[in-house]
């Protein structure tokens, strides 16, 4: 039967070297909004919301390129988005193919070797999701 | 029509299953009660106040007491039965938002549209949208009490429906209303033609 992203807890390893100090948690998750893996302090709960809100997140930020940049040349892809709290960060970012990456940070999280890192994990991350059979992306659009 | 279904839903094997679902309708539909009611875990909502000039207030009929609309999106979660654990994406009403819809629909396998009986043409558009994707859905008329549901068959003839599209009543604050209303949609979703098509693919 035909079924959305299921969850794949032996990722989370990979995911695990976000932990830096000062991040909170973060969640890998699929173009459809469903949750791969997480970590950190977050339940399970809760890592489901982030995601759905992560992937409506990156659907408006998607939908801003349109006013990014010339419109007579091609409209630029989509690499990240960063939001900025009283209280920290949420960075979401690209994972490969179809699958995104966010993490929750307080404001002390020390940004250079941060995004470093989370660019790092991405990279693993992507390599490993691209072998897999896409999950949930059946694409109908 | 004939009964509306309650109880599990049937599946053929053992495994936990995710289905994401899409709850859509136009504005002020009852689109997130009706998540906020089924969700098991606190559901997350995009509510904004609504200002007079954007909104249609005047559309309404009757609905005084909201003040918020819908800007990106409702979610929510639901374990059907110990196999379905349904994860429900609600859209935005309004026409201007609708931009929001490409990327929440991605993955979905079915939706939900909500009507009201007092404005019924107002879910047209969004049906059409879903045949166009070839998304497999069911119509839940959602009960604002203000005027009288007529029959079933006069329901599907105003909506066309094929028989085979499932069309409950429900009321979005009610829980096992809402329930029932999913349950219908997920048979339907996991019957359709298309499904087994992707099954065997
Ligand atoms: N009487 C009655 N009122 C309802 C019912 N469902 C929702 N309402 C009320 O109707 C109003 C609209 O509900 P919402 O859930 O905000 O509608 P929506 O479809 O999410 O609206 P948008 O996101 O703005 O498109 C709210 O004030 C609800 O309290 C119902 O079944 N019966
Ligand atoms: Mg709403």
Redesign the interface.
């Known amino acids: ?6 969850r794949r807890p032996e990722l989370r390893w990979m995911l695990d070297d976000v932990l830096l100090p000062e991040v909170r948690s973060a969640v890998v998750l ?5 949750v791969i893996t997480a970590t950190g302090e977050i339940s399970e ?1 809760d890592a ?2 982030f995601a ?2 992560l ?6 930020s ?2 801003a390129t349109e006013f990014c940049g010339d419109s007579s040349e091609a409209q630029p892809a989509w690499n990240q988005t960063l939001i900025e709290f009283d209280t920290g960060y949420i960075f979401l970012i690209a994972a490969g193919p179809h699958a995104y990456m966010g993490v929750s940070t307080t404001k002390r999280v020390d940004m250079g070797p941060a995004t470093q890192r989370f660019h790092a994990v991405v990279q693993k991350l992507g390599t490993e999701l691209g072998t897999l059979p896409r999950s ?3 694409d ?2 | 029509m004939g009964s509306e279904p309650s109880g599990e839903v049937y ?3 053992t495994v936990r ?4 679902v899409l709850v859509v309708g136009p504005f002020a539909v009852g689109k997130s009660t009706f998540v906020n009611t089924l969700s098991e ?2 559901p ?1 909502h ?1 509510e904004e106040t609504m200002t007079r000039d954007g909104a249609v207030v005047d559309d309404l009929h009757g609905i005084t007491d909201k003040t918020t609309t819908t800007v ?2 409702d ?1 929510g ?1 639901r374990t059907l039965s110990d196999r379905v654990v349904l ?1 429900m ?1 609600g859209t935005p009403g309004q026409q201007r938002f609708l ?2 819809w ?8 079915g939706a939900l549209v909500l009507a009201d009986v007092a404005r019924l043409e107002d879910s047209f558009d969004v049906i059409s949208v879903l045949e166009d ?3 497999p859905y069911g119509v839940a008329i959602n009960d604002f009490n203000t005027v009288e549901i007529p029959p079933h068959e006069e329901l599907r003839e105003a909506f066309d429906l094929l028989p085979e599209i499932p069309l409950v009543t429900c009321d979005a604050r009610d829980r096992s209303a809402t329930a029932r209303a999913m349950v219908s949609l997920v048979e339907h979703v ?1 019957a359709s033609p298309l ?1 087994h098509a ?2 065997s693919a």
């Open positions: 039967m035909s079924t959305n992203t299921v699929a173009r459809d909004g469903l709960a489901d919301r759905a809100c992937a409506s997140l990156r659907g408006s998607a939908a949930g992306d059946s109908r659009s | 599946l053929p094997d299953t995710a289905v994401k875990i606190e997350l995009t990106a999106l979610f979660r994860y994406f931009s929001m490409e990327d929440l629909a991605h993955g979905a396998l994707r070839g998304l996991l499904q992707r099954e």
